[in-house]
């Protein structure tokens, strides 16, 4: 096969996919891959220093409005740092931070659904109890007490956002892996001498990814909305760092006078948040055949 009729067929691949996907569907990949984009070069591709100060250009307005400037085109903040800038690197900051909380609950929650599967008795009911007990607790308000009594550090801040959701995962898996272990390919390597950590590894967990890659999808958006509120409370991004929530706290107080400091930031929530809530339930109707309807 030579290189061209392979992208051909990449091509027409592609061009399929676009077809027989909703809309709304591609608008919103279109738009996570714009931010995974900007997660990894918002560095890169920022106009301005998102940290540099100009005070003569403070509060000036987006480009549409009356006062504005072609070299700040999304406006300034009160200080006069670029607004574009800032909402890139704060994209970036909140990205990074739901991204690496979701996937650390995922990791601590899978890893416990699996034992409390393998061990049993005992080790199943402290789980499952710390499961129930976690369900239970207002981790948001616990959160809070946390950061205002022991400090803030960014550490202590992942920890907070790693253990937020993980009862799911582990509640998800506990369930997927105790009917896996007993369906026909399970006991036929389970027959033939494999080791239960092979089983659980080699087959177990490919057969179950596909749920579990759709809480994923659908914790993340929870996940970057946790972060933004602790953010926008003064209790998660400290300056000179900025992230989403941050630039929606500082603008908070400038919703008349300035209002486009609050609802930038607040449309780049509101859009994370729908696209990647749009690909979950997407990803969901493809890997359940019941729902494909």
């Known amino acids: 096969m030579t290189d061209t009729t392979l992208v051909r067929r990449r091509c027409h691949a592609l061009i399929r996919w676009f077809s027989e996907t909703p809309l709304t569907v591609t608008l919103a990949a279109s738009f996570m891959v714009l931010m995974l984009f900007v997660m990894l070069f918002a560095q890169i591709i920022q106009p301005y220093a998102f940290d540099h100060i100009d005070l003569m250009n403070r509060i000036s307005p987006p480009v549409p409005l009356q006062g504005s400037t072609l070299m700040h085109p999304a406006g ?59 369900a239970a607790m207002p981790w948001f308000i616990v959160a809070l007490a946390v950061l205002a009594f022991l400090g803030n550090s960014m550490v202590m801040f992942i920890a907070i956002m790693a253990l937020y959701g993980w009862e799911t ?103 994370i948040t729908l696209s990647m809530s749009i690909l979950g339930d997407w990803l969901r109707s493809k890997l359940d055949p019941s729902l494909e309807n």
């Not at 990205?95 to 409390?116: Q, R």
């Not at 199943?124 to 007990?133: K, N, R």
Request: aromatic share 10%; proline share 4%; hydrophobic share 50%.
């Open 169 to 271: 995962y582990a509640r998800i898996t506990r369930g997927l892996v105790l009917s896996a272990r007993e369906q026909g390919y399970a006991l036929a390597v389970r027959g033939l001498g494999a080791r239960p950590r092979w089983i659980y590894l080699r087959h177990i967990l490919p057969n179950i990814s596909g749920p579990l890659l759709v809480q994923l999808t659908v914790n993340f958006p929870s996940t970057i909305l946790f972060e933004t509120s602790l953010s926008f409370l003064g209790l998660g991004i400290r300056p000179p760092m900025t992230s989403l929530g941050q630039m929606l706290g500082e603008g908070r107080d400038y919703l008349i006078s300035a209002w486009w400091l609050a609802v930038v930031p607040g449309v780049m929530i509101f859009l």
């Open 76 to 134: 300034t903040d009160t200080l006069g740092r670029d607004l574009f800038s800032r909402l890139l690197v704060g994209a970036q900051t909140s990205m990074l931070l739901a991204l690496l909380g979701t996937c650390l609950g995922a990791i601590l929650g899978i890893t416990l659904g699996f034992l409390a599967a393998h061990k049993g008795r005992l080790w199943d009911e402290a789980i499952m109890g710390l499961v129930d007990f976690q």
